[in-house]
């Protein structure tokens, strides 16, 4: 790929599959999104809106990992759109290469204060007395990201290690939720109840919450570009990378259905679970009583703890590769590798201090710390359609050994127009009446990003970055490995 070896071959198959498994984590997943789902669509949404956007998301991974096969770099998206575009390969990158940085960004602030509200809603649970507030969630959060940080800065081999934990944390967490919300409980919903329709939104047409409630499962599908991100520390990565993208995906779909199908079943005041502060906690209450939903409060808390783990990893691959190639401020820093710990240390820093930043305005407005997060997923789906996009533009797509043969160009054009739908979901009123509250503000977020990369592109930008850039002839670049 032209550049020099820096980062150490540590991860096997398995340690790659875990990174995206662990981002995209059901468990983290469905209990931050479930409430919503609650009121946009209900039951059948959620238990059948599931099937429907896995499979659609089993597309965008395919198509996806037929490119992380021909472009196995930790640069990921934001490479091989320079390397696909025909011309503007340059613009091309750097669009890219930003959403995908302010996306995985925000991924990382979303899921850990997330983290933090589960753990004072645990503390609260514990202790009574205890009011959990704005400013003290800001603080855990703070400290999550000191923690994962310093996580991050070890070896490759302790990430490894921690993302192969993570695996059976999430596996074995699922079956014992799954296990006690079937077993325990003296009363379940009746099976037609997965067909129930609910439309809580405010908004008058049905169809139209429906499709909303199709986000829950968007929001949890995210992150499994984390496999891409890995490939310079993945042996065999132009087989493994693609491989651990799909295996994550459709592990999680299977287990996910699981997960929503217990959930749902187990549901026994609709209307009270659906008005607490957090329903899928209030659900574990009513049907398995406060000391169980406690203990299995531990099990949720602890996946999205190791969610906000590897989206910081793989948020750190991205800026170690977009530096390399100098396309942010101060590359020189960013891109440089420890010789002890074979890690990007500095890069870790700037994937912890800059999610803190976004986390600060939820001191004083939880409306204002949505605002900025919500690019989350737009800017991420948007970095995934952008080189999926290019592909299907191209007649002389040069494949790896992981390959969709003649299939490539439907499939690549069934994952951009779904990544084209979902975002417009993504963007649209959620909750009616529209209030500053319940303002959707991934459009402006996203329309601010776009415009600070657009005017730094035409400032300085376009005459200093042109794309991924080489470093040399093969026998040259060879020479300055692991220097």
């Given at each position: 790929?032209?550049?020099?070896?820096?980062?150490?071959?540590?991860?096997?198959?398995?340690?790659?599959?875990?990174?995206?498994?662990?981002?995209?984590?059901?468990?983290?997943?469905?209990?931050?999104?479930?409430?919503?789902?609650?009121?946009?669509?209900?039951?059948?949404?959620?238990?059948?809106?599931?099937?429907?956007?896995?499979?659609?998301?089993?597309?965008?991974?395919?198509?996806?990992?037929?490119?992380?096969?021909?472009?196995?770099?930790?640069?990921?998206?934001?490479?091989?759109?320079?390397?696909?575009?025909?011309?503007?390969?340059?613009?091309?990158?750097?669009?890219?290469?930003?959403?995908?940085?302010?996306?995985?960004?925000?991924?990382?602030?979303?899921?850990?204060?997330?983290?933090?509200?589960?753990?004072?809603?645990?503390?609260?649970?514990?202790?009574?007395?205890?009011?959990?507030?704005?400013?003290?969630?800001?603080?855990?959060?703070?400290?999550?990201?000191?923690?994962?940080?310093?996580?991050?800065?070890?070896?490759?081999?302790?990430?490894?290690?921690?993302?192969?934990?993570?695996?059976?944390?999430?596996?074995?967490?699922?079956?014992?939720?799954?296990?006690?919300?079937?077993?325990?409980?003296?009363?379940?919903?009746?099976?037609?109840?997965?067909?129930?329709?609910?439309?809580?939104?405010?908004?008058?047409?049905?169809?139209?919450?429906?499709?909303?409630?199709?986000?829950?499962?968007?929001?949890?599908?995210?992150?499994?570009?984390?496999?891409?991100?890995?490939?310079?520390?993945?042996?065999?990565?132009?087989?493994?990378?693609?491989?651990?993208?799909?295996?994550?995906?459709?592990?999680?779909?299977?287990?996910?259905?699981?997960?929503?199908l217990a959930l749902v079943y187990a549901i026994r005041d609709y209307r009270h679970a659906a008005g607490a502060e957090a329903p899928p906690v209030q659900i574990l209450i009513d049907a398995l009583g406060q000391s169980t939903a406690k203990f299995l409060l531990l099990i949720?808390?602890?996946?999205?703890?190791?969610?906000?783990?590897?989206?910081?990893?793989?948020?750190?691959?991205?800026?170690?590769?977009?530096?390399?190639?100098?396309?942010?401020?101060?590359?020189?820093?960013?891109?440089?590798?420890?010789?002890?710990?074979?890690?990007?240390?500095?890069?870790?820093?700037?994937?912890?201090?800059?999610?803190?930043?976004?986390?600060?305005?939820?001191?004083?407005?939880?409306?204002?710390?949505?605002?900025?997060?919500?690019?989350?997923?737009?800017?991420?789906?948007?970095?995934?359609?952008?080189?999926?996009?290019l592909r299907l533009r191209l007649d002389d797509f040069q494949a790896g050994p992981w390959h969709l043969g003649r299939y490539g160009k439907p499939v690549a054009a069934i994952a951009v127009i779904w990544i084209l739908i979902s975002n417009v979901l993504f963007m649209l009123?959620?909750?009616?009446?529209?209030?500053?509250?319940?303002?959707?503000?991934?459009?402006?977020?996203?329309?601010?990003?776009?415009?600070?990369?657009?005017?730094?592109?035409?400032?300085?930008?376009?005459?200093?970055?042109?794309?991924?850039?080489?470093?040399?002839?093969?026998?040259?670049?060879?020479?300055?490995?692991?220097?």
């Open positions: 790929m032209g550049y020099p070896r820096k980062l150490t071959r540590r991860f096997r198959a398995f340690d790659n599959f875990a990174i995206s498994f662990t981002i995209i984590n059901i468990i983290s997943g469905i209990f931050s999104s479930f409430g919503f789902g609650m009121t946009a669509g209900g039951p059948r949404i959620l238990v059948f809106g599931w099937i429907g956007v896995s499979v659609m998301v089993l597309f965008v991974g395919a198509a996806m990992g037929e490119i992380a096969s021909a472009y196995p770099t930790s640069g990921a998206l934001y490479f091989s759109a320079g390397k696909l575009a025909k011309r503007h390969q340059g613009a091309w990158s750097w669009y890219t290469g930003w959403l995908n940085f302010v996306g995985q960004v925000g991924g990382t602030a979303a899921t850990n204060f997330a983290a933090a509200t589960f753990i004072q809603a645990f503390i609260a649970m514990q202790w009574p007395s205890y009011t959990p507030t704005p400013q003290q969630t800001v603080l855990i959060t703070a400290a999550i990201l000191l923690v994962q940080a310093l996580a991050n800065t070890y070896t490759v081999r302790l990430v490894a290690l921690v993302n192969r934990i993570s695996v059976w944390w999430l596996l074995i967490g699922m079956v014992v939720i799954v296990g006690a919300l079937t077993f325990v409980p003296d009363h379940h919903q009746s099976p037609a109840f997965a067909t129930h329709f609910v439309n809580n939104t405010g908004f008058t047409n049905a169809m139209y919450g429906g499709m909303l409630g199709l986000l829950v499962t968007s929001w949890t599908f995210t992150g499994f570009d984390g496999s891409f991100h890995m490939s310079e520390e993945t042996v065999k990565a132009t087989v493994n990378a693609p491989r651990g993208i799909m295996r994550a995906i459709t592990c999680s779909a299977i287990t996910g259905l699981l997960l929503m949720v808390i602890g996946a999205m703890l190791f969610c906000g783990l590897a989206n910081m990893t793989s948020n750190t691959r991205q800026i170690f590769a977009f530096s390399r190639d100098g396309a942010m401020p101060g590359s020189r820093w960013w891109h440089s590798v420890s010789a002890r710990t074979r890690t990007p240390v500095k890069a870790v820093w700037l994937a912890a201090a800059c999610p803190l930043v976004l986390v600060v305005p939820g001191w004083w407005s939880h409306t204002a710390f949505t605002a900025v997060v919500s690019v989350n997923v737009v800017g991420l789906f948007l970095a995934y359609a952008v080189p999926i996009f009123p959620q909750a009616s009446p529209i209030t500053p509250a319940s303002f959707n503000y991934a459009p402006l977020a996203l329309a601010v990003v776009l415009v600070i990369a657009t005017v730094w592109w035409f400032a300085t930008a376009r005459r200093r970055f042109q794309g991924p850039v080489s470093y040399g002839r093969p026998d040259e670049v060879a020479a300055m490995d692991l220097v």
